[in-house]
């Protein structure tokens, strides 16, 4: 095994130089400074101390930035990731108090073993069978769920923690009279400023200049009410040292909420990771990069950090920045470090009706209008995962609406496979064809032996497709009376032993017939599989051909001359 396997950083170690040094220290300063507002925001949204939301982003992205595969992806707390571990935790513990915080700790720890064991087990393949839609529906709803969590500190309505969705609009509805205006005054202006900010002057960090408008507005108003709450004062140190609990009775109530967190984390990280490195033109690990993000939440559980993932806003960042080498995520971290070491104690000037604003502009950002208009435009199967995972999210538990989405795509990545397409193909004989060449018939309407079917088959046999194979197969036989059917298979990447017995079966039946199944283009690892599994054999040798002209050529002498004699079609040279 090569060190490089087991320390991914050595290969990038290799690519640091005076130029990418510099690129990255630039591209981590932008980091840090973007990531102050947006870890206190994130870790409010959790549950957490303000705090918290900082030391994750201080020690994960360290951790990933190590054993990951990505030169630009940068982790830390997000989200969807922190609004889950609110969901969770709240059910247990008083959110914000030590028995949360103990218990979130213990979830990152799980959630970790669960990512560093899927990416030991090599199974970074599944994440391909994640549709992408099911994420865009659930960070849809989360968003949705964070918006509606932060409009009680917008308007200053009081509303009970963990009220579901519904009622938590109902009491707002209820109480609209009572809203306190101070609050909303402080809130809008945060937004608005952070928009505007955003909109013509892009490279300045809008969260920070909307925070500190909101700040400014809170001490003026601060004259006029008592009622505007500030968040609690970050204290000026680094991570300090914590212990999840281990206990067998707090693992098995939490172990299956964390297997849903690290699933979410890595589709979070690996997407994110893929869609920058189809800009960057770097080819990403998927199995390392679910073992960097394993160690990294494993990591930060003893370092006071909560369940982390890959940051679509900090990544992409940190790309256009013009990060070479994922040292710019270790400087962002440490950056970070020192920044709170000199202006931790002003965090307490901060309002929550402020960090509110923020959040709602953070939640509006997370709704991918573009793909969900998309979606919803021009695909029924798709808009309907869409919308089923986003109703989930809004109604149901969330880890629950997790598992409903990853099931729904696996629903329909078997509802593709299973039905295959089957084009009948026929030899082209126009004027212009100068060789003998199969062509689709539905796009080139064209004569037909009345003997021979020739089929396509274009996805893998296996069990799940068999019966959609087995019924087209049927209905040449039973509805057009053809005995002889050949397929071109160099469309088929797989053959199972079940699809291999129903296609032994076929053949069978039409041998009773007078007929046969017969194969031409294998692809050389099918053929392979097809001779040790003793399919081969089982069919006859004599049906598999390397190339079209001698499929046809061989099976010609079995149709029945009678027939051929008074055909009017004659589409095969040998019928001249």
């Given at each position: 095994?090569?060190?490089?396997?087991?320390?991914?950083?050595?290969?990038?170690?290799?690519?640091?130089?005076?130029?990418?040094?510099?690129?990255?220290?630039?591209?981590?300063?932008?980091?840090?400074?973007?990531?102050?507002?947006?870890?206190?925001?994130?870790?409010?949204?959790?549950?957490?101390?303000?705090?918290?939301?900082?030391?994750?982003?201080?020690?994960?992205?360290?951790?990933?930035?190590?054993?990951?595969?990505?030169f630009h992806l940068v982790s830390g707390p997000t989200t969807a990731i922190s609004i889950v571990v609110f969901s969770t935790i709240s059910n247990y513990a008083t959110?914000?108090?030590?028995?949360?915080?103990?218990?979130?700790?213990?979830?990152?720890?799980?959630?970790?073993?669960?990512?560093?064991?899927?990416?030991?087990?090599?199974?970074?393949?599944?994440?391909?069978?994640?549709?992408?839609?099911?994420?865009?529906?659930?960070?849809?709803?989360?968003?949705?769920?964070?918006?509606?969590?932060?409009?009680?500190?917008?308007?200053?309505?009081?509303?009970?923690?963990?009220?579901?969705?519904?009622?938590?609009?109902?009491?707002?509805?209820?109480?609209?009279?009572?809203?306190?205006?101070?609050?909303?005054?402080?809130?809008?202006?945060?937004?608005?400023?952070?928009?505007?900010?955003?909109?013509?002057?892009?490279?300045?960090?809008?969260?920070?200049?909307?925070?500190?408008?909101?700040?400014?507005?809170?001490?003026?108003?601060?004259?006029?009410?008592?009622?505007?709450?500030?968040?609690?004062?970050?204290?000026?140190?680094?991570?300090?040292?914590?212990?999840?609990?281990?206990?067998?009775?707090?693992?098995?109530?939490?172990?299956?909420?964390?297997?849903?967190?690290?699933?979410?984390?890595?589709?979070?990280?690996?997407?994110?990771?893929?869609?920058?490195?189809?800009?960057?033109?770097?080819?990403?690990?998927?199995?390392?990069?679910?073992?960097?993000?394993?160690?990294?939440?494993?990591?930060?559980?003893?370092?006071?950090?909560?369940?982390?993932?890959?940051?679509?806003?900090?990544?992409?960042?940190?790309?256009?920045?013009?990060?070479?080498?994922?040292?710019?995520?270790?400087?962002?971290?440490?950056?970070?470090?020192?920044?709170?070491?000199?202006?931790?104690?002003?965090?307490?000037?901060?309002?929550?009706?402020?960090?509110?604003?923020?959040?709602?502009?953070?939640?509006?950002?997370?709704?991918?209008?573009?793909?969900i208009k998309q979606t919803l435009s021009f695909s029924k199967s798709e808009s309907a995962v869409l919308l089923t995972?986003?109703?989930?999210?809004?109604?149901?538990?969330?880890?629950?609406?997790?598992?409903?989405?990853?099931?729904?795509?696996?629903?329909?990545?078997?509802?593709?496979?299973?039905?295959?397409?089957?084009?009948?193909?026929?030899?082209?004989?126009?004027?212009?064809?100068?060789?003998?060449?199969?062509?689709?018939?539905?796009?080139?309407?064209?004569?037909?032996?009345?003997?021979?079917?020739?089929?396509?088959?274009?996805?893998?046999?296996?069990?799940?497709?068999?019966?959609?194979?087995?019924?087209?197969?049927?209905?040449?036989?039973?509805?057009?009376?053809?005995?002889?059917?050949?397929?071109?298979?160099?469309?088929?990447?797989?053959?199972?032993?079940?699809?291999?017995?129903?296609?032994?079966?076929?053949?069978?039946?039409?041998?009773?017939?007078?007929?046969?199944?017969?194969?031409?283009?294998?692809?050389?690892?099918?053929?392979?599989?097809?001779?040790?599994?003793?399919?081969?054999?089982?069919?006859?040798?004599?049906?598999?051909?390397?190339?079209?002209?001698?499929?046809?050529?061989?099976?010609?002498?079995?149709?029945?001359?009678?027939?051929?004699?008074?055909?009017?079609?004659?589409?095969?040279?040998?019928?001249?």
């Open positions: 095994m090569r060190l490089e396997s087991i320390f991914p950083f050595l290969i990038w170690f290799k690519l640091i130089n005076k130029e990418s040094l510099k690129a990255d220290l630039m591209a981590g300063i932008t980091g840090a400074v973007i990531v102050v507002p947006q870890g206190v925001a994130f870790a409010t949204i959790a549950g957490m101390p303000p705090e918290y939301g900082l030391y994750t982003a201080m020690i994960t992205p360290i951790i990933a930035a190590l054993f990951g595969s990505s959110p914000g108090s030590p028995e949360f915080v103990s218990l979130a700790l213990t979830l990152t720890f799980l959630a970790g073993v669960y990512q560093l064991a899927f990416g030991i087990a090599r199974l970074g393949v599944l994440v391909n069978f994640v549709s992408h839609t099911v994420v865009i529906g659930f960070t849809a709803g989360a968003a949705i769920l964070i918006a509606t969590s932060q409009i009680k500190h917008l308007m200053g309505i009081e509303i009970a923690k963990g009220e579901s969705f519904l009622h938590i609009w109902m009491k707002i509805f209820e109480n609209i009279g009572s809203t306190n205006f101070y609050l909303l005054a402080i809130g809008l202006s945060t937004l608005i400023v952070s928009i505007l900010v955003k909109k013509f002057l892009p490279k300045i960090p809008n969260l920070l200049i909307g925070l500190i408008v909101g700040s400014l507005l809170a001490m003026a108003f601060k004259e006029h009410t008592d009622t505007i709450a500030f968040v609690k004062e970050i204290p000026a140190q680094l991570p300090p040292l914590s212990m999840p609990t281990f206990s067998l009775e707090t693992i098995k109530m939490l172990a299956p909420e964390a297997f849903a967190v690290a699933l979410l984390g890595l589709i979070e990280a690996v997407s994110i990771g893929r869609s920058i490195a189809t800009r960057s033109n770097q080819r990403i690990d998927a199995n390392q990069e679910f073992i960097g993000q394993g160690i990294s939440n494993m990591t930060g559980s003893f370092f006071s950090s909560y369940a982390g993932s890959g940051s679509f806003t900090r990544s992409g960042v940190n790309y256009e920045a013009g990060a070479k080498t994922p040292l710019s995520a270790i400087f962002s971290a440490v950056i970070l470090a020192i920044i709170v070491l000199l202006i931790a104690p002003l965090t307490g000037y901060l309002p929550i009706a402020a960090m509110a604003g923020v959040i709602l502009l953070v939640a509006y950002n997370l709704v991918d209008f573009h793909h995972t986003f109703f989930a999210t809004l109604f149901l538990e969330l880890e629950f609406a997790i598992y409903f989405g990853v099931l729904l795509s696996l629903i329909l990545f078997l509802a593709k496979t299973s039905t295959p397409n089957i084009p009948v193909l026929s030899v082209d004989n126009s004027p212009r064809s100068t060789h003998r060449k199969f062509i689709d018939v539905s796009e080139k309407p064209t004569l037909q032996c009345p003997q021979l079917k020739i089929i396509r088959i274009d996805m893998s046999i296996y069990f799940g497709s068999i019966n959609h194979i087995q019924k087209k197969l049927s209905k040449i036989v039973d509805d057009e009376k053809i005995h002889h059917v050949l397929i071109e298979a160099s469309g088929i990447n797989f053959i199972d032993l079940a699809g291999a017995d129903a296609l032994i079966s076929e053949n069978n039946r039409l041998k009773g017939l007078g007929g046969g199944l017969y194969f031409t283009g294998l692809k050389p690892i099918v053929y392979e599989f097809a001779a040790q599994s003793g399919f081969i054999k089982s069919i006859g040798n004599d049906h598999f051909f390397d190339t079209k002209q001698n499929a046809i050529r061989k099976i010609y002498k079995h149709l029945d001359k009678n027939i051929c004699s008074q055909c009017q079609v004659k589409i095969f040279e040998e019928c001249k």
